[in-house]
């Protein structure tokens, strides 16, 4: 769809947010484009570090029973048992 290529590339976060206005406002969005959206924004530093585009893009997904993309740290826990002492 290419309404989530420009959200994910869009020049501005108030751009960005009028689009997810849009998606918002429709009935039927299929799981795998917001999969992909997610993915995209992701990838997008500018985006990713707008908490109002964050929260406006979380906000969509779970309209759409998706899960909310999380930014932060994603090192994965060491499990205790790898540890070798």
């Known amino acids: 769809m290419a309404l989530s290529g420009a959200i994910s ?11 997810i206005k849009i998606f918002k406002s429709l009935n039927g969005v299929p799981p795998d484009i917001l999969e992909n959206l ?3 924004v992701s990838e997008n530093k500018r985006l990713i ?18 899960q909310k993309l999380v930014i932060g740290n994603s090192n994965q826990d060491v499990e205790w048992d790898d540890i070798p002492f």
């Open 9 to 19: 590339n869009a020049i501005s976060e108030e751009e960005a947010i009028e689009k």
């Open 38 to 40: 997610k993915q995209q």
């Open 49 to 66: 570090e707008s908490k109002e585009f964050l929260a406006s893009l979380n906000a969509m997904l779970s309209k759409f029973k998706i």
